[in-house]
């Protein structure tokens, strides 16, 4: 099962320096994408939401139910609800799909933007989702994810950089890595047990992230893209753990 080695993701190296953004090589969220992936099938991620910022796509979430979508705290940071649209049901940017207001925006009450940690915002809609074979919510972990687990990212993505943006919802398999060696790989960031990442090779990964999208386990999701040194350079992406909020989800959608 996914979650037997979670006892060595967990592992945190001591005297992990706090710096500043303008020292670690944090990501532009409306650039966030993924390298190396492929299209995905029509109706594939029925979870899948793009984030948008006056029609602009600028990041992905997940559908957790009808008035519920999880994405970053940085993708939501400093923004007002009514700049802000959610679009379900849609492979394609330029296309198709429902468009949804946002009714209040929620970021963790501890993100700290300059460090990047607590990296975790629910988006409550103005009105209900409405479901059907190409929209339907994403399950909340109920294990913790362990090491050398494949997990699946999308988001949508260039699969070169720097490159344009594609019209077409992109995703890639990914492998979970320890947090000792996610610390290792950045020794000037801070990757907390409540960070997952993932590493495969070079060329491989998020580029500039894909901002707030669901990284998954068969039918749950466990992590939210977070940041990364652009772009797949063969450093682990780090994303924000969602089984260590889940509480906080539940609790902020009561």
């Known amino acids: 099962m996914y979650w037997k080695n979670t006892f060595l993701c967990f592992a945190v190296i001591l005297n992990i320096l706090h710096l500043t953004t303008s020292q670690i090589e944090f990501t532009d969220i409306e650039d966030h994408r993924i390298v190396g992936g492929f299209d995905a099938a029509d109706g594939q991620f029925p979870y899948q939401i793009s984030l948008r910022w006056h029609g602009r796509h600028i990041c992905g979430g997940s559908i957790l139910n009808q008035h519920y979508i999880l994405t970053a705290a940085h993708c939501i940071h400093r923004q007002v609800p009514e700049n802000l649209?959610?679009?379900?049901?849609?492979?394609n940017l330029d296309e198709g799909g429902n468009t949804y207001k946002i009714e209040k925006l929620i970021a963790h009450q501890g993100y700290v933007p300059q460090t990047i940690t607590n990296d975790i915002a629910l988006i409550k809609l103005a009105e209900e989702v409405k479901y059907g074979d190409k929209v339907e919510a994403i399950k909340l972990p109920e294990k913790d994810t362990g090491c050398n687990i494949e997990l699946t990212l999308s988001g949508w993505g260039t699969t070169t950089y720097p490159g344009q943006i594609p019209n077409k919802l992109q995703t890639i398999k990914l492998f979970s890595v320890s947090n000792v060696k996610c610390t290792l790989d950045h020794p000037r960031a801070v990757i907390l047990p409540t960070n997952i990442c993932t590493l495969n090779k070079e060329g491989e990964g998020a580029c500039h992230g894909d901002s707030g999208g669901p990284l998954v386990y068969e039918d749950y999701q466990v992590g939210v893209v977070s940041w990364g040194i652009p772009c797949a350079k063969g450093k682990p992406d780090v994303f924000t753990r969602?089984?260590?909020?889940?509480?906080?989800?539940?609790?902020?959608?009561?």
């Open 242 to 254: 969602v089984y260590s909020y889940r509480k906080w989800i539940e609790e902020n959608m009561a």
């Open 85 to 91: 649209t959610v679009v379900t049901g849609s492979n």
